[in-house]
Each structure stands twice: as structure tokens, then as C-alpha cells.
């Protein structure tokens, strides 16, 4: 088997890949071929993982009724994050857009399923949060998947976790990672929409960096 080689332009399309990786919440509604998503979902399964456990399970929502369910669990669950704010954010908070629930084509609970007998608990009896950890980082695979086909995703993380178990009956030993809407940009944009927004900027490398 000949090593592929990343030479330098390979990299910087990689860098940039990168840089427009960005969560999308404004889609339009045009379909997603299925081989596409097809060919999205198997680069996704490469994804490493402790023990090579594949803990992530996936629940296309498709029907109307349960694409409803997560809409109302996501709107009660916007407003009590919206009642928590500071008076001086709650505005703020108000005017962002933090879904893309009514618009995007392809909708995914991700879990991960803290019963799966593959991998043996290599890695994971010591710390089994990082089957947790596997399932986000084959979200992240799927991302740059998508980003590279024109596709954007969205990562919807305010909902009911308990809420949405039991309303998409997935079995009691899937923990919700993940809600994600797949589907084509309305408009593409190399900053995130939190900083566009004026909500948080991006900090610097320097300030994550230990030195012990």
C-alpha cells in the first residue's frame, strides 16, 4: 500500500476547510441527495474511538410528528435559557438564531451507547466518558464531511436530553450527544454567527496553553 502524501496545497485546502468549518443554522430547503449522505455517514463511521468501540448510534427524524416533538423541546428549553440570562443579555440572547429545526432537510439525534459490548471496555472501564468523546469526535469528521461537499451543519444542543430519549424511544442505555441539522447554507460565512453577532469573539491560542 503506497502512503498517500499532503503536500503543502493539500494543507492549506485543509486549513481552509477548517477555517469555513462553521455551525450553520440558516438552510435552505432544497433536498439532500441520500447517496450523499450516504457517503457523509460512512466517512463518519472511520472516525477513531476508544477501544474502535463505534459507541455512536444514529436516529434520523423524519416525520413530521417527531420533528415537531424536538421543536417543542427546543422552544421550552429556549425560553428557560432565555428567562436565566442576565437582564443586560437577555436581549442580546433574544435575537440570535440558534437552530435551523424548520428549515434543514436532514435531521440526526446522535447518541452513544454506553451498553455496546465492541471494543471490550479497552479504554473506556477507566474512564467511560470517552465513548462520550468518540461520538464527538465522528461528529467533528462528519463536519468537515459536509463543509467539503457545500453542505453546512448545525449542532442543537439546547433540548431536553430526557425528554428526547423518551420521545424518539431510544433504548435506556443511549446517552443524547448530539442534535443535528444537515442541509445546504442560505449564506456562507468564514466568522461564526456568535461572534458576527457581537456574543462572544474567539480568543487566542496563548490563553489554553499550560506550561508545567
Known amino acids: 500500500m503506497t502512503t498517500p502524501c499532503f503536500d503543502a496545497a493539500f494543507c492549506a485546502k485543509l486549513d481552509e476547510l477548517i477555517a469555513w468549518r462553521r455551525d450553520v ?26 477501544g474502535n468501540s463505534q459507541p455512536w448510534r444514529w436516529v434520523e427524524i423524519a416525520s413530521a410528528a417527531k420533528r415537531d416533538a424536538v421543536r417543542r423541546n427546543f422552544a421550552e428549553c429556549n425560553a428557560d435559557a432565555l428567562a436565566a ?18 428549515a434543514a432537510p436532514v ?4 447518541f452513544c451507547d454506553h451498553a455496546t459490548g465492541q471494543g471490550r471496555g479497552l479504554g473506556s472501564r477507566t474512564m467511560p466518558e470517552a465513548l462520550d468523546y468518540s461520538v464527538a469526535a465522528m461528529i467533528t469528521v ?5 463543509r467539503a461537499r457545500g453542505l453546512g451543519l448545525g449542532w442543537v444542543s439546547i433540548l431536553d436530553p430526557t425528554r428526547l430519549l423518551a420521545d424518539l424511544g431510544a433504548p435506556g442505555s443511549y446517552k443524547f450527544i448530539a442534535y443535528l441539522c444537515l442541509g445546504w447554507p442560505e ?4 466568522i461564526p454567527e456568535l461572534e458576527r453577532s457581537g456574543w462572544q469573539e474567539r480568543t487566542a491560542l496563548g490563553q489554553y ?3 508545567v
Open 142 to 146: 462528519l463536519w468537515l464531511a459536509a
Open 107 to 110: 435531521q440526526f439525534a446522535v
Open 187 to 190: 449564506e456562507e460565512h468564514e
Open 85 to 102: 440570562q442576565e437582564p443586560t443579555r437577555a436581549s442580546a440572547y433574544a435575537k440570535l438564531k440558534l437552530e435551523g429545526l424548520d
Open 25 to 50: 443554522r440558516r438552510f435552505r430547503r432544497d433536498p439532500v441527495p441520500r447517496a450523499t449522505v450516504k457517503e457523509m455517514l460512512r466517512l463518519a463511521q472511520m472516525s477513531p474511538s476508544v
Open 209 to 211: 496553553i499550560l506550561h
